[in-house]
């Protein structure tokens, strides 16, 4: 169970209906808003750090304005750190040139770059989970159908996360039912492994079939509907222009470091 807790993302969707200043603006200027974070942040250089750190802005204060609690998303971002340590993890061994010192310590390109990767992995996926525990899915797909993304992308999108976790518990309990009848006190072998994911392909495409009859006996046409659709107000604009505005600035100008020279009294 409590290894499902941590994959467990339907709890952000049940955060996603908070009333909050961050809940109520509209879907689509906090989806543009994000996008352009990512598309930004990701542009930097690869041994760029100490530019990256005002970014971290956005996403804490969307997520302090929003009350979502940060430990929340901090392990969702843990679940999600090997696939980002996997891209980074040889940079290290791979670039080996000098950069700079930290003491007696020589410092590597390949640790900044290192460094660099996971800063921004921090940054992206914490925006992008910010965005949903402060939208909700529903909210966030219809956002984005408004702003012109493909409807089948956008039902895809939603049924891939509203049952994801459901898979995801239903093969931890594949994988608890063999340790019970093992007891535990030895490895599987790999076809074993492969077995099980076949049974869980099989039960997942079963369980489709069943939420899909069940959609379409409702009267499911492929459409979006929300209870309280939100529309677009002059402070949505407000958002957008201030959030870019700071986001290009941080972009053009080290920031961090210029307030470190201003706060140590140092001309540059």
Request: hydrophobic share 50%; proline share 5%; glycine share 10%.
């Amino acid at each position: 169970m409590g290894a499902a807790n941590w994959i467990d993302i339907g709890r952000l969707d049940e955060l996603g209906r908070l009333d909050t200043p961050a809940h109520r603006l509209d879907a689509r200027a906090k989806a543009v808003v994000t996008l352009a974070f990512i598309i930004i942040v990701m542009s930097f250089p690869r041994y760029e750090l100490s530019a990256l750190t005002p970014f971290l802005l956005y996403p804490v204060i969307l997520l302090t304005v929003g009350r979502i609690p940060l430990r929340l998303i901090l392990k969702k971002i843990l679940v999600a750190a090997p696939f980002a340590l996997i891209i980074g993890v040889f940079n290290p061994f791979l670039d080996r040139e000098p950069v700079g010192a930290l003491g007696p310590f020589m410092i590597s390109g390949g640790w900044v770059s290192f460094g660099s990767i996971m800063f921004r992995f921090v940054l992206t996926v914490g925006a992008a989970l910010s965005l949903v525990a402060c939208t909700g899915m529903h909210r966030l797909g219809a956002g984005l159908e408004q702003l012109g993304v493909p409807r089948v992308f956008v039902m895809q999108l939603l049924f891939l996360y509203r049952y994801l976790f459901v898979m995801a518990d239903e093969g931890f309990r594949m994988i608890r039912g063999v340790e019970l009848r093992t007891g535990g006190s030895r490895s599987l072998r790999l076809r074993v492994y492969g077995s099980l994911v076949g049974h869980l392909l099989l039960r997942s495409m079963d369980r489709a079939e069943r939420i899909h009859r069940a959609m379409v006996a409702r009267g499911f046409e492929g459409e979006i509907r929300l209870m309280h659709p939100s529309s677009f107000r002059p402070s949505d604009g407000l958002f957008i222009a201030g959030c870019l505005a700071f986001f290009l600035a941080a972009r053009t100008w080290n920031l961090a470091n210029g307030l470190g020279l201003l706060l140590t009294g140092i001309t540059p």
